[in-house]
T-cell receptor
Framework: AQSVTQLDSQVPVFEEAPVELRCNYSSSVSVYLFWYVQYPNQGLQLLLKYLSGSTLVKGINGFEAEFNKSQTSFHLRKPSVHISDTAEYFCAVSESNSGGSNYKLTFGKGTLLTVNP | DAGVTQSPTHLIKTRGQQVTLRCSPKSGHDTVSWYQQALGQGPQFIFQYYEEEERQRGNFPDRFSGHQFPNYSSELNVNALLLGDSALYLC??????????????FGSGTRLTVV
């Protein structure tokens, strides 16, 4: 079984400041890791994913995340945020079964990022 | 290219009633997964359908059931509704599990309110 812990339920920041949203996971098998963003009254949009290879993953809208296997972490970062980045962010894992994907996703509880002017 | 389409977008039901939610997957995808997102929580996996069969199931009671049609669209049925079933229900389409090509696309969800 897998679990995901998002360490901050809310993160307020000022516009153009850097931000880090923290995510730790637990799993007894190899996993894939994801960050999704959810704007109000909308579904989930994939920001980035780690499947294999380089531990630094770049995604859309200037976001990046680093996979740290020893610390079982996958923190999301952005060097300079905009008002439009205000949204709920979810970290998720799924098992990597013989390299295959699209198994069920286990999500964290989410982090509400609020960017203030 | 249409993404994942869910209907209805909102509905209100009374405790004890039954509800059916519908999902059309993204063109090219043949696998549909359903998630429940309670207010202030992350989505929780309900089940996944591929080749018209339930392939994986999360920790949800038998009141939650589903179906997949030959055109890959899917329905989620919930019987004997409880107040705690109020949530946003998300549908996600993908390629089948086990593929080496990752690709989940989420719909905008159906907001179910049970009163």
């Amino acid at each position: 079984a897998q679990s995901v812990t998002q360490l901050d339920s809310q993160v307020p920041v000022f516009e153009e400041a850097p931000v880090e949203l923290r995510c730790n996971y637990s799993s007894s098998v190899s996993v894939y890791l994801f960050w999704y963003v959810q704007y109000p009254n909308q579904g989930l949009q994939l920001l980035l994913k780690y499947l294999s290879g380089s531990t630094l993953v770049k995604g859309i809208n200037g976001f990046e995340a680093e996979f740290n296997k020893s610390q079982t972490s996958f923190h999301l970062r952005k060097p300079s945020v905009h008002i439009s980045d205000t949204a709920e962010y979810f970290c998720a894992v799924s098992e990597s079964n013989s390299g295959g994907s699209n198994y069920k996703l286990t999500f964290g509880k989410g982090t509400l990022l609020t960017v203030n002017p | 290219d249409a993404g994942v389409t869910q209907s209805p977008t909102h509905l209100i039901k009374t405790r004890g009633q039954q509800v059916t939610l519908r999902c059309s997957p993204k063109s090219g995808h043949d696998t549909v997964s359903w998630y429940q997102q309670a207010l202030g929580q992350g989505p929780q996996f309900i089940f996944q359908y591929y080749e018209e069969e339930e392939r994986q199931r999360g920790n949800f009671p038998d009141r939650f059931s589903g179906h997949q049609f030959p055109n890959y669209s899917s329905e989620l049925n919930v019987n004997a509704l409880l107040l705690g079933d109020s949530a946003l229900y998300l549908c996600a389409s993908s390629f089948p599990p086990g593929r080496r090509t990752y690709g989940y696309t989420f719909g905008s969800g159906t907001r179910l309110t049970v009163v």
